[in-house]
């Protein structure tokens, strides 16, 4: 075996990140192509490529940590600022929403009718389904905060229950955003409000439906026995991600579904 005098794990050569490019950009084209012509083809395709690849690398990911030993202390410590700064990146996306939404809420212009909500536009009642989302939401931080807990003492069996609740309560979230969606009044060409509202719970949406697969990549995980209580980096990131997308929905509900309708 070669010898490495150092901690840090220096990976092998892959095909994985050009093909991930090449997905990438077939999606761009793709998108493009659908949109000027309705041609579904070169999306779909790049998107199932894009799909597979991810599968291999993350697959790749897991026996370098799992089985290969390549996931030191030091190692670790840069997958731990690596989510960190990614977490930023995605607190800075989100505050661009919301920057939007109050620079059009709180002057509203003679073309919106000179108030908001906009004429025309009726909102949701916040004490309804969106209030339902968050009881929802918040009882998956709470489960997520208990599986934490089930790592750090090895009890994996307990976790595989809390992480399956979690999981479970996040489709469920996804379900009731369908039905909210399907039975709004407004859509996403109705004025500004439209735009901003169904930009900003869409992608959190699209957030909850990452933070839900990671989480089941998780449960998964815990089921082939990859993780002990010394060594579980992979379901704090997803726990930390589950965090954020709790704590970005707080600020839609009071924000967009409370103050702003």
């Not at 901690?7 to 050569?13: A, I, S, Y």
């Not at 202390?73 to 607190?91: A, H, N, R, T």
């Not at 209030?131 to 489960?143: A, C, E, F, P, Q």
């Not at 979230?173 to 735009?195: H, I, R, W």
Request: net charge negative.
């Amino acid at each position: 075996m070669t010898k490495f005098y150092h901690p840090f794990h220096l990976v092998t050569m892959s095909p994985w990140p050009l093909y991930v490019g090449i997905g990438v950009m077939g999606m761009v084209m793709g998108l493009a192509e659908m949109m000027f012509f309705s041609k579904y083809n070169l999306v779909m395709l790049s998107f199932i490529l894009f799909i597979a690849i991810m599968f291999v690398w993350w697959r790749d990911v897991v026996r370098e940590g799992t089985f290969e030993g390549w996931h030191t202390g030091y190692v670790i410590k840069g997958l731990v600022v690596g989510m960190i700064l990614f977490i930023v990146s995605e607190v800075l996306f989100f505050f661009s929403f919301f920057w939007t939404f109050f620079h059009s809420s709180l002057v509203p212009t003679l073309e919106l009718g000179g108030h908001w909500p906009p004429e025309g536009v009726e909102p949701f009642n916040p004490f309804q389904v969106p209030l339902l989302n968050t009881v929802i939401l918040l009882s998956s931080g709470v489960s997520v905060t208990w599986a934490h807990h089930c790592f750090l003492s090895g009890e994996m069996n307990k976790a595989m229950d809390s992480l399956m609740i979690t999981w479970g309560l996040g489709l469920y979230f996804l379900l009731l955003q369908c039905f909210e969606y399907f039975t709004a009044s407004f859509s996403m060409s109705d004025s500004v409000f439209g735009s901003i509202f169904f930009m900003a719970t869409g992608f959190h949406g699209f957030h909850v439906i990452v933070g839900s697969l990671f989480l089941v990549v998780v449960w998964v995980r815990v089921i082939f026995g990859h993780f002990s209580s010394k060594h579980h980096f992979g379901f704090e990131a997803a726990a930390w991600y589950w965090h954020f997308v709790d704590v970005v929905w707080l600020f839609l509900f009071s924000v967009v579904y409370w103050w702003g309708g």
